[in-house]
């Protein structure tokens, strides 16, 4: 290279360092100017629950009105439901469908004279669902009675998994024929067939007129409460049974007869103590002042003592003879149970406090807050995440503040025997949720500065953390993705491990499949 080139290319060099170098003066007077771009959300942080609400099209099922086919097949009608936040949806659904007019297609249900209850309505639990009636359903025959009851329960099916619906009216259970002998039981969604033929299929079992319901055998399909193994509560389960006559004694010995027998499909039900074998005397059924019959069990003494050798809650174990007997029973409104010569008057509840019965008298509506309803949450177990049961009210069930208290409550001892261990730090509660907001198929949540402090306390298992939330809260509500803010505002970097500035989806990855 020519010396007159080196000289050039020098001179290139150093016009181009200086024409950087402007540029670069240049660029940083440009006031705010960072360079990378700050990260950040289409939404903004929830402030409380209200943003929670939410609307869906759903598919009721009515009678149909159409001349070409019978009244008693149900037809779809669609319509948008607004669920408010705390509510009971499977409630706002029944209302709904009780509200739905007349049209072209369908009938309006029990021709408007369905009601809910204002006391204890709906009580979900699993798959069942009991529906209490206001008195004004008693106007409705039979018929008109099982078909609601068949539109209840397609309904739910369609919308929540419902596969059971229990129809009360005034906490009593109803029966299909004159004497009140034949219970309606409970009753599933009908899937493509004529509800009117399911009607006659029941009522086929109906004692003949003159005849002995004594001598007059019955196959039901009935709920039965069982005590929750280890803690207070309730949890219903549906088996199809057979009792050798219809009479009220024979009912009642037939579900003390399947509860001594035990859940065939809840792992969380503990057994019971032989019943019948307990029983010291003869069932009576009466009338009740009021209207109604009444149950009374008389056992033996020992029979709190058996409770207690078989590890069971007493008021859960009293609950749910009280619960199964007046669910499928017809028109029983009240039991009275005697230990011994002791007619028990009151039962103490480690939720409710003492429970008392005037003059012995239990009834349903004091027994319905026990029944719990199965709640998910994700905690650890060899740096995996793994599913948890709780067992909660119905409402609780989608009350994500709740659920965090119960990760922050970790395992319970015989989880924790097993290896399970807390991702969510102990300490933080409800009040750790500043707001929460539902946005299409996204979850906004806002934590507090005390859940974000205890995330960077976190760092070596952060990842656990974040999403053991992800799965709880998300599955609760049956969304995909969620978005997290500390203190309205969006943070990147907590505890060093991921990004919580961006928006995870629910991911199944860090789960243990073969141990969930």
């Known amino acids: 290279m020519t010396r007159m080139k080196r000289c050039l290319l020098f001179l290139l060099c150093l016009i181009q360092v200086f024409l950087l170098t402007s540029c670069a003066q240049e660029t940083s007077k440009v006031p705010g100017e960072v360079s990378m771009p700050e990260i950040t959300s289409p939404y903004a942080a929830p402030e409380d629950m209200s943003g929670m609400e939410k609307e869906e099209q759903l598919s009721f099922y009515l009678p149909s009105s159409l001349p070409t086919q019978n009244t008693s097949r149900l037809l779809a009608s669609h319509s948008t439901v607004s669920f408010p936040y705390g509510e009971d949806p499977s409630q706002r659904v029944i209302q709904t469908l009780f509200s739905l007019p007349a049209d ?77 002998n034949l219970p309606m039981g409970s009753v599933s969604p009908v899937s493509g067939m004529d509800a ?133 029973i017809p028109s029983v409104g009240a039991v009275r149970i005697f230990s011994g010569s002791t007619l028990m008057t009151s039962v103490r509840s480690e939720e409710m406090g003492v429970l008392t019965f005037q ?26 995440l793994c599913e948890a049961t709780r067992y909660v009210s119905a409402t609780e069930v989608t009350d994500l503040p709740r659920l965090t ?22 300490g933080l509660d409800e009040t750790d949720i500043l707001g929460m907001s539902i946005s299409g198929d996204t979850l906004l949540v806002n934590l507090s500065p005390r859940f974000g402090w205890s995330i960077q306390q976190s760092s070596d298992r952060e990842m656990l953390l974040c999403y053991s939330l992800v799965l709880t809260y998300c599955e609760a509500h049956h969304l995909h993705r969620i978005r997290f803010f500390v203190d309205g505002q969006m943070q990147e970097d907590l505890g060093g491990e991921i990004n919580w500035g961006g928006e995870f989806i629910v991911n199944h990855s860090l789960l243990d499949q073969n141990r969930g």
């Open 405 to 426: 208290s119960l990760l922050s409550k970790g395992p319970t001892v015989l989880e924790a025997s097993e290896g399970i261990e807390r991702t969510l730090p102990a």
């Open 359 to 384: 003059d012995g008298l239990q009834r349903r509506r004091q027994w319905a807050p026990l029944v719990r309803q199965s709640a998910t949450i994700y905690l650890a177990r060899d740096g995996r």
């Open 196 to 328: 009117g033929m399911l009607y006659d299929q029941l009522m086929a079992q109906a004692t003949p007129l003159g005849a002995d319901p004594a001598r007059t055998m019955l196959s039901g399909t009935a709920t039965l409460y069982f005590p929750l193994n280890g803690q207070e509560g309730l949890v219903p389960e549906v088996q199809t049974l057979t009792f050798y006559g219809q009479s009220p004694q024979q009912l009642a010995m037939g579900l003390l007869d399947a509860l001594s027998m035990g859940a065939r499909s809840l792992p969380d039900a503990a057994s019971m103590p032989d019943l019948t074998d307990l029983l010291s005397d003869s069932i009576e059924v009466t009338e009740l002042a009021g209207g109604g019959r009444l149950i009374t069990l008389r056992f033996l003494s020992e029979l709190e003592n058996r409770f207690g050798l078989a590890g069971l809650d007493p008021a859960s174990a009293v609950g749910a003879i009280v619960m199964t007997l007046t669910s499928y």
């Open 104 to 180: 072209e297609n369908h009938l309006r249900l029990g021709e408007g004279r369905l009601h809910l209850m204002s006391r204890s309505p709906v009580e979900v639990s699993g798959t069942v669902c009991t529906v209490n009636l206001e008195s004004g359903a008693l106007n409705l025959d039979s018929r008109e009675l099982y078909t609601s009851a068949l539109s209840i329960a397609s309904t739910l099916g369609a919308y929540n998994g419902v596969r059971t619906v229990n129809l009360l009216i005034q906490d009593r259970a109803i029966g299909m024929d004159l004497a009140e």
